[in-house]
């Protein structure tokens, strides 16, 4: 069975940076892409970025330029970097997996996306 953890959150200072890490248990990543969203309490949960088994990445508009996606096949892990971060990037993030063929070159936010982690808080403090 799949399991997704996530870690490396933390309270950063704005403009700071922060990378957080989605390990990957079960199964090999060459057959899933990866996406992470992020979570207010109260508001609806948010697809940021995503990165398929083929390494297509997409990133929405609010943190293109500034969030990096990355995976590690030796490690079996998805990384997040995050710099130039603001306050309104503070959320519960979570990393979430959709099967693909391997090799497949593109994601969305909007897949079916069956697998999730337990979340990782960022705080980004002003």
């Known amino acids: 069975q799949l399991r997704l953890v996530e870690s490396g959150g933390g309270l950063v200072q704005s403009g700071g940076s922060l990378r957080v890490s989605c390990a990957v248990t079960?199964?090999?990543?060459?057959?899933?892409?990866i996406a992470w969203f992020r979570q207010v309490p109260g508001k609806e949960r948010e697809g940021i970025s995503c990165?398929?088994?083929?390494?297509?990445?997409h990133y929405v508009d609010s943190v293109k330029g500034r969030f990096t996606i990355s995976r590690d096949s030796a490690e079996n892990t998805v990384y997040l970097q995050m710099d130039n971060l603001k306050p309104e990037d503070t959320a519960t993030y979570y990393c979430a997996a959709d099967h693909q063929p391997k090799d497949y070159y593109y994601c969305s936010e909007y897949a079916d996306w069956v697998s999730w982690g337990q979340g990782t808080q960022v705080t980004v403090s002003s």
């Open positions: 079960g199964d090999t990543l060459d057959y899933y892409g």
């Open positions: 990165i398929s088994s083929g390494d297509y990445t």
